[in-house]
């Protein structure tokens, strides 16, 4: 497994913005570059709502304490990356890459350690 974090100097994430605008932007942005959504993390007061136009491409929803999206690519030498983006006006985002042979499982609970990297970001903490 290879842990690259992203960092950002600016932490001002709060800023409301159109998160259904802003979330068409990042995925094509992240689709330019070869990457699939595969989830969307979002608050229950976040404004996501349905998926005309197919910009979700059926990603799966999932309520959680912060707006996320997960995106993956496959690497070379059967190679996985993934890649949480926050969904924000100022780009952060948390990357992991993973080896062929890792499991499904070993990779679920990196995952999930991202996500609480993430939190820990936010928070300041």
Excluded: C
């Excluded at 942005?29 to 990457?35: D, E, L, T, V």
């Excluded at 059967?78 to 992991?96: D, M, P, V």
């Amino acid at each position: 497994m290879i842990n690259a974090p992203g960092v950002s100097a600016n932490r001002a994430y709060t800023n409301r913005v159109d998160s259904r605008n802003l979330i068409t932007e990042i995925v094509a942005s992240y689709k330019r570059h070869g990457w699939t959504l595969r989830e969307i993390l979002v608050r229950r007061e976040s404004n996501v709502g349905s998926d005309e136009g197919g910009v979700l491409d059926g990603a799966v929803i999932h309520d959680a304490d912060f707006d996320g999206l997960w995106f993956s690519r496959a690497k070379h030498e059967g190679r996985e990356a993934w890649e949480l983006r926050l969904i924000s006006e100022q780009a952060y985002a948390l990357f992991e890459a993973f080896e062929a042979d890792e499991s499904e499982e070993d990779r679920r609970d990196a995952r999930k350690e991202m996500e609480n990297r993430m939190r820990e970001h936010l928070t300041g903490g």
